[in-house]
């Protein structure tokens, strides 16, 4: 993937993050997520948006250079003819998803083909297939979730690519106690966006997140039916001032083992005229 840049909402200078962005005490941290389970509903949002309130959020400028798919299943014999069959029903109000509210529309792409067809619970039967890129001279500004944990674990994230031991030594600068809550709030952000089945909460630590930096454009996350893939949900009003879309494909999947899939009768649309 091309053009990334890292781009912090906090200064570059060690030990900056904790400065600016002072974490929650360690042992109220700790307690609070010990109890998480117990706590209502209203109560559960409340914290989220707590967290993210005070969470150091990374934005990743991101530009052209890579194709994302999203994939919809077909009913037998259906041939969409609009740009909206494709992508979403038109006119029909957003049902709340993993990093969307209720009436909150985002576009979901994923990073590569069999990531759609898997997200879209596809085991066999026909599908079409979209295609999108950044336009050339745009670029977006992508919040990774989980980012500082994984880079703790693993020394590199997901998307910060070599900024990550810039992240590193951030990291390593803070006081012991601060970075260790800094690290567990994102690990548990991480597992509210991406480890149940109930959007309930992964869709507050969304929506808190676009209410944080509206000029986020979207938030990605590691796909939790495709091992080592990642999701992006892109805000769906501002969509097409940077996106295009590069090809549809109208194909009966047959999901193979573990994710992989082959596509079968494969047809193209040809050309997209301006009324969609």
Same mark, same amino acid.
């Given at each position: 993937?091309?053009?990334?840049?890292?781009?912090?909402?906090?200064?570059? +200078?060690?030990?900056?993050?904790?400065?600016?962005?002072?974490?929650?005490?360690?042992?109220?941290?700790?307690?609070?997520?010990?109890?998480?389970?117990?706590?209502?509903?209203?109560?559960?949002?409340?914290?989220?948006?707590?967290?993210?309130?005070?969470?150091?959020?990374?934005?990743?400028?991101?530009?052209?250079?890579?194709?994302?798919?999203?994939?919809?299943?077909?009913?037998?014999?259906?041939?969409?003819?609009?740009?909206?069959?494709?992508?979403?029903?038109?006119?029909?109000?957003?049902?709340?998803?993993?990093?969307?509210?209720?009436?909150?529309?985002?576009?979901?792409?994923?990073?590569?083909?069999? +990531?759609?067809?898997?997200?879209?619970? $596809?085991?066999?039967?026909?599908?079409?297939?979209?295609?999108?890129?950044?336009?050339?001279?745009?670029?977006?500004?992508?919040?990774?979730?989980?980012?500082?944990?994984?880079?703790?674990?693993?020394?590199?994230?997901?998307?910060?690519?070599?900024? *990550?031991?810039?992240? *590193?030594?951030?990291?390593?600068?803070?006081?012991?106690?601060?970075?260790?809550?800094?690290?567990?709030?994102?690990?548990?952000?991480?597992?509210?966006? +991406?480890?149940?089945?109930?959007?309930?909460?992964?869709?507050?630590?969304?929506s808190a997140i676009f209410d944080k930096l509206p000029n986020v454009s979207g938030?990605?996350?590691?796909?939790?039916?495709?091992?080592?893939?990642?999701?992006?949900?892109?805000?769906?009003?501002?969509?097409?001032q940077s996106w295009a879309l590069t090809s549809v494909r109208r194909a009966f999947?047959?999901?193979?083992?573990?994710?992989?899939?082959?596509?079968?009768?494969?047809?193209?649309?040809?050309? $997209?005229?301006?009324?969609?």
């Open positions: 993937m091309k053009a990334r840049t890292l781009l912090l909402s906090f200064k570059m +200078t060690p030990p900056a993050i904790t400065q600016l962005h002072p974490p929650m005490q360690l042992d109220e941290l700790v307690a609070k997520i010990a109890g998480f389970t117990k706590q209502t509903g209203s109560e559960q949002r409340a914290f989220i948006d707590q967290l993210v309130k005070i969470h150091p959020t990374l934005n990743v400028r991101w530009g052209p250079g890579w194709r994302y798919r999203r994939a919809r299943q077909l009913d037998v014999g259906e041939i969409p003819q609009t740009v909206d069959d494709v992508i979403w029903p038109k006119g029909a109000p957003a049902k709340v998803g993993r990093a969307n509210p209720k009436g909150f529309r985002v576009m979901y792409l994923a990073d590569r083909r069999d +990531t759609a067809l898997r997200e879209a619970r $596809v085991h066999q039967g026909w599908v079409a297939i979209a295609e999108f890129q950044i336009r050339p001279q745009q670029a977006v500004f992508i919040c990774p979730i989980g980012e500082l944990s994984q880079i703790v674990r693993t020394g590199r994230g997901y998307m910060s690519g070599d900024s *990550s031991k810039t992240l *590193s030594d951030m990291l390593n600068a803070c006081p012991l106690q601060q970075s260790r809550a800094l690290i567990i709030t994102d690990a548990f952000l991480y597992e509210q966006m +991406t480890g149940h089945e109930d959007y309930d909460m992964s869709s507050r630590v969304a938030i990605a996350y590691s796909s939790r039916r495709q091992l080592g893939a990642i999701n992006f949900a892109v805000r769906a009003d501002t969509f097409w999947a047959e999901h193979l083992a573990l994710g992989f899939y082959r596509l079968k009768q494969v047809t193209g649309v040809t050309g $997209v005229y301006q009324s969609g």
